[in-house]
């Protein structure tokens, strides 16, 4: 039972007893309860604490109650609402049957007799409710339940309720508009601030026309396509697609969905009239077209170019997942455009964004961005800017430096040395290039893939590269030369399709530059930054060292910056070579991750009993902690403000702090037995260094891929650690040999964290093949089978010094296994430990444990502080404002 449910539960006891949970939609979750003083079943529906919150209980509550006189046969009524435990609840019939979402999955398409049926007693609700002053505002499916076969409208006055709040006026101030896309009317979608039954009208005419063809009228593959064709186009005629359509049903269809309200009909029952009365017919005008985009009237087409454009990343949609959709309020070309900024919120924030190179990429129509994560949330990800929550690229674990084509249907990324594509509809990665490796890859819209090259021996990154998007050999674009110092990077085809802007960088300054491809001429600018994302507002995006992004003027017909900058972001992550972490799409939205927060941890002692002391000083950023072999040093990474890391030692006794590294890309700190050395992940490469910090750092090895060490022998010989590259999974390097390795378990289900047991017979590791990750010991070197150790989820295996208890995280409880190594690996019992909210680990272990295995050292915090923050319509607003000044 969740926290919600069962604070729930005990504060409504006297009233109502919660059985289940029946399903979640936008605003709120829904449970089958039973009405303890009533003896009857209800509906118990729990608006979203977050929408709650913004709307304001008290007021949302006296506005649902004018609801609560509507009665009316096909209207599910509202039985009682309240607050209770800082939850926002009401209670409405449970209606034995489906919704007519459920039957529609089931059928598909309805018999015309059915659909007209329900869609004329809908219409009977909503002119009763209309004639009560009642507007629904979100007709869907999903609000239509079917009991006996007869339709029942539920959640009416919900959505009126939430836009007569005090958040729901906040809301419409910044252009938010309650509704589905999909049966938004469009005054809806264009955000007008006042909403008629007419709305209610449109969307009963998208529901039945589902209902007859199987699919809403428009559809498309994000909120914002739909709602762009809800304001341009005209449906497709429904007669076509299914020949036993009536013609008056037809017509009456077409006259609901017309775009403008005063074609509509004049109310709900002149709808449900019409379905009833063979010889309507459609008024002049009304005749449905095929899929052809409308001809906007001259005086409506401002209106609906600014509606086309239409942002539906709202603070809502993607940030708390409320079921409310954004639109630009920009009636007019004369209205400033609204600039809206929102946080997104990712699993384990913290994971993300701290290696070299472009993590995040934003498609050009702005229709989804991908981001890279490490560690446990390795991989490729996307959010799409319908969806809620991110989805993980299939195939992609070891993926990074994602990149999408210009008509955002395919998603290319590096994997280890390889270049790759994948169809987002589906499909396996493609290679394109076996060894293209380079960072900051952008698909122009010529079909050409350009990107750095790293060229070993030299000083990195030096030239640009390009390859078709379909393969074929790399070719060199530029080169600068040797004696300069300089290198090139970060190249961006402008829309002229003759000219690739780029950075050139020297020691300690980025510049804007041109290249022109037919001539090979470079020409060099003035203008600071580097990463250029060109915007078609006119101007290009750069970032800076300093974590800033600028927006600088940029006259494509002369191809050279034409004002001075505006800084638009201060707050963003740097990587450790000065790249700001961030996505620029093609219509101006912007979308990046905000450095600072990293450093709110702690390090922590916590005892087996719980109890806990906060050891090393300020809070930092702090991931990995490891005991030396005599438990009196901490080995840590720590990490800056700007998404930097360095390995550091604490000093236990002497609370004293010992600086190994300075490149700012380094962590992953294990312990060699004797103390002497640690070995450490440097841009992602195996390195080691004294421990005593009077020696300098020394490669071990350095190869395509990324290695995070976690293990290592105890004769001190091999090295264990996850490999990251095209080959995944667990593997073993040698010390007191020539640097290669060996494979030790092939990454089938995520298979990470290895740990060797003192006495090196028994390798435990964790694997997500059951569906979740869990702890399991293998013989070393092999062959014998597997043990499961974790049995409910289980993470971050870590022997004790003595071999006799293996310790593992169970979501936010430290466990521990009581095992037999001898003759054969045995578990004789598992125990709870403690709990606490620490730092999360993933594939990469966030603890360790004492030599006598009394004390763990955990890190505290900054597990999900780190945002990413999104901004949109910025840009439009800067030319906006130019414009004025004119």
């Given amino acids: ?162 836009s007569r709040s005090d958040g729901g006026t906040r809301m419409t101030e910044t252009g938010m508009s309650l509704g589905t896309p999909h049966y938004m009317s469009p005054e809806q979608a264009m955000g007008e601030r006042e909403i008629t039954p007419k709305a209610d009208i449109y969307a009963l005419g998208c529901v039945l026309y589902e209902m007859l063809t199987g699919e809403p009228p428009f559809t498309g593959p994000t909120a914002q396509a739909i709602i762009a064709r809800v304001v341009t186009e005209e449906p497709r005629s429904l007669t076509v697609q299914r020949k036993t359509i009536p013609p008056h049903v037809d017509a009456a ?78 009636r007019t070309a004369d209205v400033a455009p609204i600039v809206t900024r929102y946080a997104v919120t990712l699993p384990d924030s913290a994971a993300y964004f701290q290696q070299i190179g472009n993590s995040i990429a934003y498609a050009r129509d702005g229709s989804a ?53 994948v169809a987002l509809a589906g499909g396996v990665p493609v290679a394109i290039c076996d060894s293209c490796e380079g960072f900051a890859f952008e698909w122009g819209t010529d079909d050409t893939i350009r990107y750095n090259q790293a060229v070993h021996g030299t000083s990195p990154l030096r030239r640009l590269m390009a390859i ?117 799409s093609a219509d101006g939205r912007i979308i990046y991750a905000q450095r600072g927060a990293v450093s709110d941890r702690s390090v922590t002692m916590v005892g087996r009993d719980g109890r806990s002391t906060d050891v090393g000083g300020a809070p930092r950023g702090y991931a990995g902690p490891r005991f030396s072999p005599d438990g009196r040093r901490l080995a840590i990474g720590v990490g800056d403000q700007a998404g930097g890391s360095d390995v550091w030692t604490l000093d236990l006794t002497q609370q004293a702090w010992t600086r190994l590294t300075t490149n700012r890309i380094s962590e992953r700190p294990v312990w060699l037995p004797d103390g002497r050395r640690i070995v450490y992940a440097s841009n992602a490469d195996l390195w080691w260094i004294v421990s005593d910090g009077s020696g300098a750092p020394e490669s071990l090895l350095v190869a395509p891929g990324s290695r995070y060490p976690a293990s290592i022998s105890p ?50 590791y964790q694997s997500s093949e059951p569906g979740r990750a869990e702890v399991y010991v293998r013989p070393f070197p092999g062959p014998g089978p597997r043990v499961p150790v974790s049995l409910n989820g289980g993470t971050e295996p870590c022997w004790s010094r003595d071999g006799r208890e293996l310790f593992y995280r169970e979501g936010d409880v430290m466990m521990v296994a009581s095992v037999r190594t001898q003759p054969a690996f045995e578990v004789t019992e598992r125990r709870r430990l403690f709990s606490g909210a620490f730092l999360p680990g993933g594939s990469l272990r ?16 900054g597990a999900s502080t780190t945002a990413l923050l999104a901004v949109q319509g910025l840009l439009e607003r800067l030319r906006y404002d130019e414009r004025s000044r004119r």
């Fill in 1 to 162: 039972m969740t926290d919600i449910l069962g604070r729930l539960a005990t504060s409504l006891a006297d009233r109502y007893r919660i059985e289940r949970e029946l399903g979640q939609g936008g605003m709120a979750t829904v449970y089958l309860a039973h009405d303890v003083r009533h003896d009857r079943k209800v509906a118990l529906k729990v608006l979203r604490p977050e929408l709650s919150a913004i709307l304001g209980a008290e007021r949302f509550l006296a506005e649902i109650k004018t609801t609560a006189n509507l009665q009316h046969p096909h209207i599910l009524s509202l039985y009682d609402s309240g607050e209770s435990g800082g939850l926002v609840f009401y209670v409405m019939p449970y209606v034995e049957g489906e919704s007519l979402r459920d039957r529609l999955h089931r059928e598909k398409q309805l018999p015309v007799e059915d659909a007209v049926r329900i869609a004329r007693e809908v219409g009977s609700a909503l002119d009763y409710a209309h004639r009560h002053h009642v507007v629904h505002r979100d007709i869907k499916p999903e609000n239509i339940l079917l009991h006996d076969g007869s339709a029942m409208v539920a959640d009416f006055g919900i959505a009126l309720a939430v």
């Fill in 846 to 861: 966030e603890y360790d444990v004492t030599p006598d295995g009394r004390r763990f050292a955990m890190v505290r915090g």
């Fill in 468 to 584: 078709g998007a379909a393969g074929g050999p790399p070719r060199v674009l530029a080169t600068p030369d040797s004696a300069s110092l300089e290198t090139y990077r970060y190249p961006t085809l402008l829309p002229d399709g003759r000219t690739v802007l780029f950075t050139i960088r020297t020691r300690d300054t980025d510049r804007l530059a041109a290249l022109d491809l037919s001539s090979g001429r470079i020409t060099r600018f003035e203008q600071l930054g580097s990463n250029p994302h060109y915007v078609e507002a006119g101007y290009v995006v750069l970032g800076n060292r300093d974590g800033s992004l600028v927006a600088v003027p940029f006259d494509v017909g002369s191809l050279r910056p034409s004002g001075q900058p505006v800084t638009i972001v201060r707050d963003a992550i740097v990587d450790a070579v000065g790249n700001v972490q961030a996505g620029v």
């Fill in 253 to 330: 269809i077409r006259t609901a969905l017309q775009k403008l309200p005063a074609d509509r009909f004049a109310g709900a029952a002149q709808f449900a009239e019409a379905l009833a009365n063979p010889a309507f017919v459609a008024v002049p005008g009304t005749a449905a077209r095929e899929a052809t985009p409308a001809q906007p009237a001259p005086r409506r087409a401002n209106l609906l170019a600014t509606a086309a454009r239409v942002a539906p990343w709202v603070v809502a949609a993607a940030g708390l997942g409320f079921g409310v959709w954004a639109g630009r309020n920009g």
């Fill in 715 to 764: 004769e001190g010989i091999v090295v264990f650690y996850e490999n990251g590259s095209q080959n995944s999974g667990i593997r073993a390097m040698r010390l007191d040999s020539a640097p290669a390795a060996r494979m030790i378990i092939l990454e089938a289900f995520e298979e990470s964290a290895p740990t060797l047991s003192p006495d090196g017979r028994w390798l435990a």
């Fill in 369 to 421: 961005f991908a981001y890279t994560g490490s560690g446990g949330r390795a991989g490729i990800h996307i959010r799409y800017a319908d969806r809620v929550d991110p989805v993980a690229v299939a195939g992609m674990r070891s993926g990074v430096l994602p990149f999408f084509s210009p008509d955002g249907r395919w998603l290319g990324f590096r994997q280890g040395p390889r270049l790759m594509k």
